[in-house]
């Protein structure tokens, strides 16, 4: 068998493996391990199975990742996304569907300080869905919401897939940070707009609040403000350092990890028990993404080697006139692996495939970025798997049955396509405050 056969044999292998669900990680690796053996030889895979796992973990820009964690599992820890609901709750409720989007701009203060989607699905869907069903909204609304809105972390700074996506396209993680924040805004008000309109139609989906409710909460608005002053601070430490290019990625996420500690002592929000259960949340979450992009390190060096890199540079080259064609093929390819595999590993098993044909086309890979983490984020609420629907279902028990929760995420993936045509036609959107740091 001819090295290029074999390259594109170990796709499906490996492919293969992860429907009978072996982790992904070790799917990579074993696949790579093999394939590399019978390309070369056996020695030569064991040398660079020794030598990946360094390699990898010595990257510079890497150590923003335990950092970024860390400061989400403190902030997570000390009650910051209680604070931001009940403000958010304070200043929005008088809009139709008033709750829903109290989570959903809850979620984006809260994305700000975590960086992880499936920790601000749980944290607001512990804060927001009971109040939502106490108050009479529609079951599949209030889930829906919280499931949507927790993929927001996933795009915002700090997020931790733009982090390995610059490591891996080896492009600027300020920039790509930076680039994140307008797309994910323009989602949250596309989310917002969604809710307004749903509920002004079919006012039975979120009942209004009286006006005695409302007087009071209005009394209540800006003593609320004052409680989500650290998420100001954070906001500014970490986007504010990094668009003044005062910081790097790295130190933004030491920074941010070092601010949610002290604002947490501070409010006198964390214990010693705390702080070790972020500690343990955050080395754990980092030793997982470790080992995926372990895999994911040597699986590009085999496709490299079999030549199947360059043979898809090659034939995107024909498509140089009509890039937009491979862009849809690209969204395809991403649409169906998210209804089946976790966020990480569709953009760790991808990459090695996709940047080859990006570089060919000669297309930005700071926007290509962001196109990549959206649809992980898309990947996140679509059914049969959606990682967010499960961490909702998880929170609330028995309450709302999964199906209900599924048809609530239904209507922000009809958000999510406007969005990702808007990013697609316009890259500017992702690429306006980037350019702006030269």
């Not at 809850?106 to 700000?112: D, P, T």
């Amino acid at each position: 068998m001819d090295p290029l056969t074999f390259g594109l044999v170990t796709l499906g292998c490996m492919l293969f493996l992860i429907a009978l669900r072996v982790p992904i990680g070790v799917a990579l690796g074993v696949v790579s391990l093999l394939g590399l053996a019978y390309v070369r030889n056996f020695p030569i895979a064991l040398s660079i199975l020794r030598e990946t796992p360094f390699a990898f973990a010595a990257s510079w820009d890497l150590t923003a990742i335990p950092m970024f964690l860390l400061m989400g599992a403190i902030a997570n820890h000390s009650g910051i996304s209680s604070a931001l609901f009940r403000a958010a709750r304070l200043w929005f409720s008088a809009l139709p569907g008033g709750l829903a989007v109290a989570a959903n701009m809850a979620s984006v203060g809260f994305a700000a300080a975590c960086g992880s989607s499936l920790a601000s699905s749980a944290a607001m869907g512990r804060l927001a869905i009971p109040e939502m069903l106490r108050v009479g909204y529609d079951k599949a609304l209030a889930t829906g919401v919280v499931a949507s809105a927790g993929t927001l972390a996933a795009l915002i700074p700090p997020s931790i897939m733009l982090v390995l996506y610059g490591v891996f396209a080896e492009v600027s993680i300020s920039r790509l940070l930076i680039a994140g924040i307008l797309p994910g805004f323009l989602t949250a008000v596309a989310y917002v707009l969604l809710i307004v309109i749903r509920c002004k139609l079919n006012p039975a989906l979120a009942p209004k609040l009286s006006d005695d409710e409302l007087e009071t909460l209005r009394a209540d608005r800006l003593s609320a403000l004052k409680e989500v002053w650290p998420v100001t601070v954070l906001i500014l430490g970490i986007i504010g350092g990094l668009y003044g290019g005062i910081v790097t990625p790295t130190e933004a996420g030491a920074v941010g990890a070092a601010l949610a500690l002290v604002i947490a002592l501070v409010q006198r929000r964390i214990t010693v028990a705390t702080f070790t259960d972020a500690l343990k949340e955050s080395m754990s979450g980092t030793a997982q993404i470790f080992f995926v992009g372990m895999g994911a390190v040597m699986y590009t060096r085999l496709l490299s080697l079999t030549g199947v890199s360059q043979l898809l540079a090659d034939m995107m080259s024909g498509y140089a006139g009509d890039p937009l064609l491979v862009i849809l093929a690209i969204s395809l390819v991403f649409l169906v692996l998210g209804m089946f595999l976790d966020p990480l590993g569709i953009m760790l098993i991808t990459l090695p495939v996709f940047l080859p044909m990006m570089e060919a086309l000669d297309l930005n890979l700071i926007w290509f970025g962001i196109i990549v983490v959206k649809y992980v984020e898309i990947g996140m609420i679509t059914p049969p798997l959606g990682m967010n629907v499960f961490v909702v279902k998880s929170v609330i028990g028995p309450a709302v049955p999964i199906w209900t929760i599924y048809r609530g995420v239904l209507w922000f993936l009809a958000a999510e396509v406007v969005v990702m045509t808007l990013l697609i036609a316009f890259p500017q959107i992702s690429l306006f405050l980037p350019e702006l740091m030269r």
